[in-house]
T-cell receptor
Framework: GQQLNQSPQSMFIQEGEDVSMNCTSS?????WLWYKQEPGEGPVLLIALYKAGELTSNGRLTAQFGITRKDSFLNISASIPSDVGIYFC?????????????????FGKGTKLSVKP | DTGVSQDPRHKITKRGQNVTFRCDPI?????LYWYRQTLGQGPEFLTY????????KSRLLSDRFSAERPKGSFSTLEIQRTEQGDSAMYLC?????????????FGEGSRLTVL
């Protein structure tokens, strides 16, 4: 089945540093998304990417949809303590069914980010 | 609070018992999803509904798992004859039909511990 390889598995950084994480797949996806999960909470959508090569920013976060459609990266600039959490990439391959598009998200295993003040 | 609501937040049960989780989606969302998350892993898709129709259930982990959404609003996920391997966080999410698929709003999850 489809699998996403997310790296690094964990990161320990100093407040103010920039962070970069990425996600690769052996399969192509139509959509890449990045979610963040904090302890005891469900994942929250950060950024969604819909076209190969697309570069999108959300505040200090920037993400790109790889040209091959098999990878994506997420950068966080000038990290702050509240950036702590687990970051998941997720890929979606749309299939036409039941009269409309549907798709099931495939999640990576996450990158755990720790930020030292 | 108008987000996705799940109940109970925590459930401890003995092996062999049945458990049921409830999810109340965001009111105007017509798609509802169930995911399972184990420690150190990302969420794993189980099933989803569009209104009351269950459109995908082949990913349910076994025939002990079933889900319903009888009136197209709240949903329940039932696990019969629980096993220790069922211990996990069960996440519910919802979205709008017509919205970009993948943009899901997750609840806080129901954590199941099977002793």
């Amino acid at each position: 089945g489809q699998q996403l390889n997310q790296s690094p598995q964990s990161m320990f950084i100093q407040e103010g540093e920039d962070v970069s994480m990425n996600c690769t797949s052996s399969s192509i996806f139509n959509t890449w998304l990045w979610y963040k999960q904090e302890p005891g909470e469900g994942p929250v959508l950060l950024i969604a990417l819909y076209k190969a090569g697309e570069l999108t920013s959300n505040g200090r976060l920037t993400a790109q949809f790889g040209i091959t459609r098999k990878d994506s990266f997420l950068n966080i600039s000038a990290s702050i303590p509240s950036d702590v959490g687990i970051y998941f990439c997720a890929g979606l391959y749309h299939s036409m069914n039941y009269g409309g598009s549907q798709g099931n998200l495939i999640f990576g295993k996450g990158t755990k980010l720790s930020v030292k003040p | 609070d108008t987000g996705v609501s799940q109940d109970p937040r925590h459930k401890i049960t003995k092996r062999g018992q049945n458990v049921t989780f409830r999810c109340d989606p965001i009111s105007e969302h017509n798609r509802l999803y169930w995911y399972r998350q184990t420690l150190g892993q990302g969420p794993e898709f189980l099933t989803y509904f569009q209104n009351e129709a269950q459109l995908e259930k082949s990913r349910l982990l076994s025939d002990r798992f079933s889900a319903e959404r009888p009136k197209g609003s709240f949903s329940t996920l039932e696990i019969q004859r629980t096993e220790q391997g069922d211990s996990a966080m069960y996440l519910c999410a919802s979205s709008l039909l017509g919205a970009n698929t993948g943009e899901l709003f997750f609840g806080e999850g129901s954590r199941l511990t099977v002793l």
